[in-house]
C-alpha cells in the first residue's frame, strides 16, 4: 500500500488548488480533494468502501488549517459575521459528529452517488434562484443559525465536507447575507464543522482492517501533510483574491466548478466515456 511518486504529485497539486478554491470561494475544497485522495487510495489497493470513508474523514480534517486561515483573511476585510459563524459552527459541528456516525456504516457507492448529487442539487440552487434584494439585511438571528447548523452539519459530516457547498447558498437565498459575507462567514464556520466530523471519522475508524500505513481510523496522516501542507498558504492566497472579483463572478465561478466535481462523483463522465 505504498503511494507512488505520481500520486504523491497529484496530492500536492491538488492541495494548492484546494487551498486556493477554499479561500477564494469559501468552501473547504472536498469535491476537490475527495475524488483525488479516492483515486489514490484505490489504485494503492484500499478498498473501495473503506477509501472513501478515509477520503471523506481526511479531507475534513485538511479542511481544518485551511478555514483557520482563509477565515483570518476575510476577517481582515471585515466579511466574517461572527455571530453567525460560531452559532452555525457549534451547531453544525455537532450534526457532523453525527452525521460521520452514519457513514461508518453505509457502502462505498451509496457515499460517491450522495456526495455528487448534494453538490449538483446545490449548483442548480444557485444557478437559478434570484439574487435577493442587495437592501435586505442579513439574518442575525441565533434561532436560524441554529437551526440550519445542526441539519447541514449533518450532511457535511455524511459526505466528508466541511460544508461552505451547502451552507452558501443558504447564506445567500435564504438568510440575505451579501456573497462576500457568506464566503467570508462560510470559511470560518468550516472550523467547527471540520473538527466535530474529523474526530467522529477517527473515533468511527478505530480497529477497522485495510486501513493504509499512517491512518488513525478513517483519517490519513500523510495524506493530510501533502494536502493541508499546500493547502494552508493557498488559502491566504484566495481569501485576497476573492475580494478583488465582483459577486457575481464569484458566483458563477462557484457553480461551474460544483457541476464538474458532482458529475464526476456521481459517474456522469464515465458513463460517456469522457475522459475528464
Avoid at 460521520?100 to 462505498?108: M, N
Avoid at 449538483?120 to 439585511?137: C, F, N, S, V, Y
Avoid at 472579483?245 to 464526476?264: C, D, H, N, S, T
Wanted: with cysteine; charged share 5%; aromatic share 10%.
Amino acid at each position: 500500500m505504498e503511494m507512488q511518486s505520481a500520486q504523491i504529485i497529484a496530492l500536492l497539486i491538488t492541495g494548492v488548488g484546494v487551498g486556493f478554491a477554499s479561500g477564494l470561494l469559501g468552501i473547504g475544497g472536498c469535491f476537490i480533494m475527495v475524488p483525488v485522495q479516492f483515486w489514490v487510495l484505490k489504485t494503492i489497493g484500499v478498498d473501495p468502501t473503506i477509501a472513501i470513508r478515509i477520503a471523506f474523514g481526511t479531507n475534513l480534517l485538511v479542511v481544518l488549517p485551511t478555514a483557520i486561515s482563509g477565515a483570518l483573511t476575510h476577517n481582515r476585510k471585515g466579511a466574517v459575521l461572527w455571530k453567525a459563524a460560531i452559532a452555525f459552527g457549534i451547531a453544525g459541528a455537532i450534526g457532523a459528529f453525527f452525521g460521520a456516525f452514519i457513514t461508518a456504516h453505509l457502502p462505498g457507492k451509496v457515499l460517491t452517488t450522495a456526495f455528487g448529487t448534494v453538490i449538483i442539487l446545490g449548483g442548480i440552487r444557485m444557478l437559478t434562484a434570484k439574487p435577493p434584494k442587495i437592501t435586505d439585511e442579513p439574518s442575525d438571528s441565533l434561532a436560524a443559525f441554529v437551526l440550519w447548523g445542526i441539519p447541514l452539519g449533518i450532511a457535511s459530516g455524511i459526505i466528508g465536507i466541511g460544508g461552505g457547498v451547502i451552507m452558501i447558498p443558504i447564506m445567500v437565498y435564504v438568510l440575505k447575507f451579501k456573497m462576500h459575507q457568506a464566503v467570508g462567514t462560510s470559511t470560518a464556520l468550516m472550523i467547527f464543522t471540520a473538527i466535530g466530523g474529523s474526530l467522529s471519522y477517527m473515533i468511527n475508524g478505530l480497529g477497522v482492517q485495510g486501513l493504509p500505513p499512517y491512518s488513525t481510523g478513517y483519517v490519513n496522516w500523510f495524506q493530510w501533510i501533502l494536502l493541508a501542507g499546500c493547502s494552508v498558504p493557498m488559502a491566504i492566497v484566495g481569501a485576497r483574491t476573492a475580494h478583488l472579483l465582483p459577486a457575481r463572478q464569484l458566483k458563477y465561478l462557484f457553480i461551474a466548478v460544483m457541476f464538474y466535481m458532482g458529475f464526476k462523483m456521481v459517474g456522469v463522465f464515465s458513463w460517456l466515456n469522457l475522459p475528464l
